[in-house]
């Protein structure tokens, strides 16, 4: 969009979509004029029969789900517009709060007085009581000021003998990490992680099921940021919200208004933001003068403002856009493809592999969890990402990853095993080797050439070329009567008999056989281009169909949807030919090469 203004008026006539939409997704019968407004709006695209078996009950399904994917494809912005909302998502825990009314003058912690004032403060009492009553059970604190969480944590130490770790704005990042992790920790003894304002910004604690608020603040996202560092997708627990406050004072009003006015314990409320902005000045002088009349009627009058807004920002819902977001059936093969790759359980013993071959130590010190150090072995001058002092701790489990951010989280895309792999390709370690092996259908004193090809490209990122000529092996078995064996002994029969042979003698063998190799290694070659030609024209005919298949679809789709441009055809147009040019020059790459000896 080249301006917001148009953006917006673009938006206005996208009202009759969703207004049409809605009636679909309610999955309530059309009416005569609901069904003549889609007749019209939908005039391009051929779609009578499909409105007429909407009366029909044994095709009524269809014809409503296909109505809807017609509406996705044609019309507003979720072509290039993604937005989700809690209500399409789903999958949030569910939330139970305890409010705990205490008697006590007004205390400001942190705000000038010393760690020993708590002692006189109702709710370090009730603290201590708590955190005894949870029997072991990690807990997030989160109070507003530096001070107050340095404060409390030293009493808790020195006066109760409870262990918790403090984290706060003055710690450098490093700090901040130590003391996530060693909470974490399920050894560890600190059953509480005191935090001040900044432990509501950005950190995930969804391991945890307890939350405290040792005092409240007035803006209402930033309460709801302090509770989604649990309220996460990912817990698996009930969230329990405990909110200690003293009565009679401000805190005391802010929890009823939260509580009565804004359901903001309870759920997430969209429209507390805007409410609280609407009622601010009001707010400010109720919290200064405690009248329990006035407050009442302030509640009251939240709570119909809250709704309303709320029924207006759910009426306002683009739900074709929130629907063109998430696309359940969609959404859900592709989390099953990667649980499935990330359950493989392949990657840590390829890096455990890779870093015996390159002398780099590891050291397990909890489950899951190593740390990587270079040994006095380094077979490289660096290994990537690795300091040569302080070494890495890795973790290739996603559950030890969430719960301790300082971990490096080892997956196939992490920049340490990506370099890795690159290292290995790029060097001519493990590209050549000589094997000994038996196998029941061949004699002694035999000898194969085993060859493994890639056939690869050199186009940039942006064409993608990977969706069609992914680098791809091409294996070719050649035996020494230079006959192509390669569909008769797969590279697992074939494997290492572990025997040890004469290197000497070796060597002086493949010195007599070079010129037969060479010969060997050439036809192997002529083998892979044949395969590789192949390979090439399937990639081209694969992107020739979903490319010309697309650029129909978007002229077809100009005529109803305003926001698709010429431009973006024809540079679809000249990405096709740029990808056809760089598949039909991708070149063959001899990787590596075995010398098989049979015995």
Same mark, same amino acid.
């Given at each position: 969009f080249y301006n917001f203004a148009a953006?917006?008026?673009?938006?206005?006539?996208?009202?009759?979509?969703?207004?049409?939409?809605k009636s679909l997704l309610a999955d309530k019968p059309l009416s005569n004029e609901e069904q003549q407004a889609l007749?019209?709006?939908?005039?391009?695209?051929?779609?009578?029969?499909?409105?007429?078996?909407?009366?029909?009950?044994e095709k009524s399904a269809a014809a409503r789900q296909s109505l809807i994917n017609i509406l996705l494809d044609h019309h507003g912005t979720g072509r290039i517009l993604f937005r989700n909302s809690r209500q399409t998502v789903q999958g949030f825990p569910e939330r139970e709060y305890f409010g705990y009314p205490l008697a006590s003058p007004p205390f400001e912690g942190g705000r000038g007085g010393c760690a020993l004032d708590f002692q006189s403060d109702a709710r370090y009492l009730w603290l201590v009581e708590k955190v005894k009553q949870l029997a072991g059970k990690k807990v997030l604190l989160i109070c507003k000021h530096a001070q107050t969480a340095m404060d409390l944590e030293e009493t808790l130490k020195m006066k109760a003998g409870i262990s918790s770790a403090v984290?706060?704005?003055?710690?450098?990042?490093?700090?901040?990490?130590?003391?996530?992790?060693?909470?974490?920790?399920?050894e560890s003894s600190a059953k509480l992680l005191i935090c001040s304002e900044i432990g509501s910004e950005g950190r995930n604690f969804q391991f945890l099921q307890h939350l405290i608020l040792w005092d409240l603040p007035q803006n209402p996202d930033l309460l709801q940021q302090r509770i989604g560092r649990l309220d996460r997708i990912g817990q698996k627990h009930v969230i329990q919200i405990h909110v200690p406050y003293l009565e009679n004072t401000e805190q005391a009003i802010l929890y009823r208004w939260y509580d009565e006015g804004l359901n903001a314990f309870?759920?997430?409320?969209?429209?507390?933001?805007?409410?609280?902005d609407t009622l601010h000045e009001e707010?400010? =002088?109720?919290?200064?003068n405690n009248d329990a009349e006035k407050i009442g009627l302030f509640i009251e009058k939240t709570h119909a403002l809250s709704i309303e807004v709320e029924a207006e920002l759910n009426n306002g819902r683009d739900q074709l856009l929130e629907l063109n977001s998430c696309r359940k059936e969609i959404a859900n093969e592709f989390i099953d493809e990667l649980s499935a790759y990330e359950n493989e359980g392949t990657l840590w013993d390829y890096m455990e592999s890779m870093f015996d071959c390159y002398g780099v130590d590891t050291e397990e010190f909890s489950a899951d969890s190593h740390t990587l150090t270079p040994s006095e072995h380094l077979r490289c001058e660096t290994f990537p990402y690795l300091n040569q002092e302080d070494g890495l701790s890795v973790t290739v489990s996603r559950a030890q990853a969430l719960a301790r951010e300082e971990l490096q989280f080892l997956t196939w895309e992490h920049p340490l095993v990506a370099a890795s792999m690159d290292m290995v390709l790029s060097s001519e370690t493990g590209n050549a080797t000589l094997s000994t092996v038996k196998h029941p259908d061949l004699k002694a004193g035999q000898f194969f050439l085993e060859c493994l090809f890639v056939v690869e490209h050199s186009a940039p990122a942006e064409l993608q070329i990977n969706r069609f000529l992914p680098p791809t092996p091409i294996r070719v078995l050649i035996n020494q009567s230079q006959k192509d064996v390669t569909a008769d002994f797969s590279h697992d029969d074939l494997r290492d008999s572990g025997v040890n042979f004469d290197k000497h003698a070796i060597t002086a063998f493949l010195n007599k056989q070079r010129t037969l190799i060479l010969k060997l290694l050439?036809?192997?070659?002529?083998?892979?281009?044949?395969?590789?030609?192949?390979?090439?024209?399937?990639?081209?005919?694969?992107?020739?169909?979903?490319?010309?298949?697309? =650029?129909?679809?978007?002229?077809?789709?100009?005529?109803?949807?305003?926001?698709?441009?010429?431009?973006?055809?024809?540079?679809?147009?000249?990405k096709t030919l740029l990808i056809h040019e760089n598949i039909q020059i991708a070149q063959l790459r001899l990787d590596a090469v075995r010398f098989v000896i049979t015995r």
């Open positions: 953006f917006l008026e673009e938006e206005k006539s996208f009202e009759p979509v969703a207004n049409a939409a007749a019209v709006l939908l005039k391009d695209d051929n779609v009578s029969k499909t409105l007429e078996n909407l009366n029909d009950a984290f706060h704005e003055h710690m450098t990042i490093i700090e901040r990490d130590r003391a996530a992790a060693y909470f974490a920790d399920e309870r759920a997430n409320n969209s429209a507390a933001q805007q409410v609280a707010l400010q =002088i109720l919290l200064l050439g036809f192997a070659e002529q083998q892979a281009q044949l395969q590789k030609e192949s390979i090439c024209e399937h990639a081209t005919a694969t992107m020739l169909e979903s490319l010309t298949a697309e =650029i129909k679809r978007l002229v077809r789709l100009q005529k109803v949807n305003l926001s698709i441009k010429s431009d973006e055809i024809e540079d679809l147009k000249d």
